[in-house]
C-alpha cells in the first residue's frame, strides 16, 4: 500500500515542480523585457516579477522538487530490485540535469535580481523549452522502461527540438512586425505640426 502513496504524491510533486519551473522562466522572460520599457514602468515591472519569482521558486517550485525526490526515495525504497535495472539508470540521470535545471533557474532569478543578467527574452524563450525535452525523456522512460525504442524516441526529440527552436524564431519575427506596425500606427496618428 505504501508503493501507491509514494506513487500517488510522486506524480502529484512532477506536476507542481514542472508547473512552476515552466512559469518561472517565462517570468524571466518578462523580467528581461522589462527593460525595455520607460521608467518609471521598468522598475516597477522588474520589482513586481522579482517578488513573482521569489515566491514561485521557493513556495511553489521548490517544495514540488523536494516532494517529488521524496518520494522518489520512497519507491525505490519499496522496490529496491528495480534499481537494478538500466531504464532507471538513464531516467535518473536525465532527473539530474532537471535538478541541475532547477537550481541554474534559481542563479538566473538572482542574477535578474541583482541586474546582472544580460540574457534576452528570446535567450529566456529557449531555455524555457529544455524543462519540456527533459519531461518527455523521463516520461518516455518510465512507461515502456527497457521497452523504449531508442532509435524512434531520439528522432522525436530531434524534431520536437528543431520544431521548438523554429517556433521561438517564428515567434519573435511576429513580434518584431507587430512591433513595427504599431510605431507606424502610432505615428500616423499623431498629429502634424
Known sequence: MAYFWFKAFH?????????????????????AEASQEPEPAQTILKNQYEIMEKRLYHIITT????VTVAMAIGLLLTE?????????HIK???VALL???HFYCGRIMRRLAANECSWTGQ????????????LMVIVLLAVFKNSLPTDVTSWLILAMIIAMAASIQLYAKKRKRDKEKSLATTSQAEPQL
Open 11 to 31: 506524480f502529484i510533486g512532477v506536476v507542481v515542480w514542472f508547473a512552476g519551473l515552466f512559469y518561472l522562466v517565462r517570468l524571466f522572460v518578462y523580467h
Open 92 to 94: 535518473l540521470a536525465f
Open 80 to 88: 529496491p530490485e528495480v534499481l537494478k535495472q538500466g531504464w532507471l
Open 99 to 101: 535538478l541541475v535545471y
Open 63 to 66: 517544495p514540488g522538487m523536494v
Open 123 to 134: 535567450q529566456f524563450r529557449a531555455l524555457n523549452e529544455a524543462p519540456t525535452v527533459l
